[in-house]
Each structure stands twice: as C-alpha cells, then as structure tokens.
C-alpha cells in the first residue's frame, strides 16, 4: 500500500493520468457539443477508432501535423454521415452510431489488412510518426518551483496541450457567443429555437460535425503518443467512457475536463497496479476504468431522479 501511495503521488504517475485523459477528453468535449445540439453521439468509439487508424496511416507517408489533421477530417466525416443518416433521412441516431462503431471496428481491420499486406492485428510493418512533446526544460530556471514544474509540466503531447485550451475555447463558445446560445437552446428546447429562426438541422449537423472531430482528434492522440501504431479495436471502449463522462461532467467543459480527469486517473491505475500486486489478477485490474463508468452512471441517473422527485414536490 505505501508502494502504491508513493507511485500515486509522484511526478511520474501525473504525466500518466494526463497521457491518459487525453484522449477521454477530446472524445468528452465530443460528446458534449453532440449533446448539448440534442443529439446524442454513440458513435463516439468508432470515430475515435477510425481516427487512429487514419492517423497511423497518413502518418507513414507525411508529416506528424497533416496525419493529425486527416484524423480530424476522418471524424469529421463520420460526423457528417451521422448527421445526413439522421437528420435528412430520419433514421434512429442511437442506431446511426451503432451502425458506425460496427463498420469502424471491421473496416479499419480491412483496410489494415490492404495497408500492410496481410496483418489483420496491427501496423507494425508500417513505420508511423508521433506527435512531439513539448518540451518545458528551460523551466529549470525558475527559482524553487523550476525542477517540480519540469517533472510535472515537461514532456506532454502537443494535443495534450490543445486538449486543455479547447476545454476554456468551448466554455467561452457555450457561454459567451450567441452561435454557442443557439447550440444550447436547439438541445433544450428546439421548437422555441426553431420559432426564433435558428436552423435546428444545420446547428445539430454542425456538432455532430465538431463532435466527430474532436472524437478523431482523441484518436490520433492514441495512436501517435500514447501508443505509436494501431491496433484493432485499440480504442478499448473509450469512446463510450467518453459518454460516461459527459453526463458525469454534468453537460459542461469543466464538469468534463475534471470527469475525462478522474476516468484517466482510474485508467492510469489500471496501468501501473499490475506492477505493484502481482497477486492480483491483470484483468480485474483493467476493468477498473469500465466499473467506474457504470458507477457514474448509476449515481448521475439516481441525482437526476431525485431532482425531478424535488421539483415534483416543489409543485
């Protein structure tokens, strides 16, 4: 228990939790801008997935940067199919993104299998790129801080970085532009929206559009920092921990940020504890994260439930 305690509390172990979180966060915010349109996002784990293998294979043949961006573009699609399915053809979104986790989880399989002339399981014939670290060394300097900022601050991925500015970006979009009003006000009440002349469809095709980069986003950071190369499947469920998350977050880049924070932290865990209890088996170890969103879940639906039990009673 001490050994766990001083990995908990070391330098180490926060790098860990942010290399974590980020790719939960950026499918969160994702998720988030979906909902918020009123249009719940399920596809989020295909997105992220088809994100990662766009990501590793854009990456072997140009720059770091165009890899990340065609990932960005390859959700953003994803997006777009979800939105032109649901909206102008009036299918079921939750079977939408069923249908989309389905065909990212056996296409990307395939097309890894075309890429690398056989290998269904992963890209290791295929020499990919990373995203870079930042690096904060000069921080040294600083007078009794510097060595601390170095450990805790050195060494995160770039998207990491531009993770934590979108959460503060998002927050002010929301909140302090009337194109972020609009996106609210479609969610909670699009008939009154639709009566004040805001676009309904195109303000929903819109985030489903952002979601589904943001979502590609997290998965090129999966697969250029975290790991360097695809794997099937590699997503792990992540994008629906992300929706996890979301509704834990309580619908806001904040509430996000600390939920995406908190799934990373229990994921990290999952990571180093195998080291530290041999005698426990790997697996229950790795269902942590998976038990920790069902346990959100259950306690966001029992606060939502008693809050309609108040105003109930309020009336």
Not at 72 to 95: E, N, P, S, T
Not at 216 to 235: E, S
């Amino acid at each position: 228990m001490t050994e766990l305690l001083m990995t908990v509390f070391s330098a180490t172990f926060f790098v860990t939790i942010v290399r974590t979180s980020t790719p939960l966060l950026l499918a969160t915010l994702g998720g988030l801008v979906a909902d918020l349109s009123g249009a719940l996002n399920v596809a989020l784990e295909g997105m992220m997935l088809v994100g990662c293998f766009t990501a590793v294979i854009v990456s072997v043949y140009a720059p770091w940067y165009v890899a990340v961006a065609a990932a960005l573009a390859a959700g953003a699609l994803l997006g777009a199919v979800m939105a032109f399915f649901h909206l102008r053809l009036k299918a079921d979104i939750i079977l939408v993104g069923f249908a989309i986790n389905i065909f990212a989880a056996g296409g990307t399989v395939f097309a890894l299998t075309q890429a690398t002339g056989g290998d269904k399981g992963t890209s290791i014939n295929l020499v990919s790129k990373a995203v870079p670290a930042l690096d904060l060394t000069f921080l040294a300097g600083v007078p009794a801080v510097g060595d601390m900022a170095v450990r805790f601050l050195s060494g995160h991925s770039l998207l990491s970085w531009l993770a934590a500015l979108l959460v503060f970006a998002l927050w002010y979009f929301l909140y302090r532009t009337p194109w972020g009003s609009w996106l609210r006000g479609v969610g909670e009440y699009p008939a009154a929206a639709a009566a004040a002349g805001i676009p309904v469809n195109a303000v929903r095709a819109w985030g489903l559009l952002a979601s589904g980069a943001l979502a590609g986003l997290g998965g090129a950071q999966l697969a250029m920092f975290n790991y360097i190369g695809f794997t099937r499947d590699m997503t792990a469920g992540r994008g629906f921990i992300a929706l996890g998350a979301v509704l834990l977050g309580a619908r806001h880049p904040v509430g996000a940020l600390l939920a995406a924070l908190l799934f990373g932290m229990f994921e990290a865990l999952s990571v180093v504890m195998p080291g530290l209890f041999n005698w426990m088996p790997a697996e229950i170890i790795r269902m942590i994260p998976f038990i920790v969103t069902v346990l959100a879940l259950v306690l966001f639906s029992y606060r939502v439930m008693l809050a309609r039990r108040m105003m109930a009673g309020a009336r």
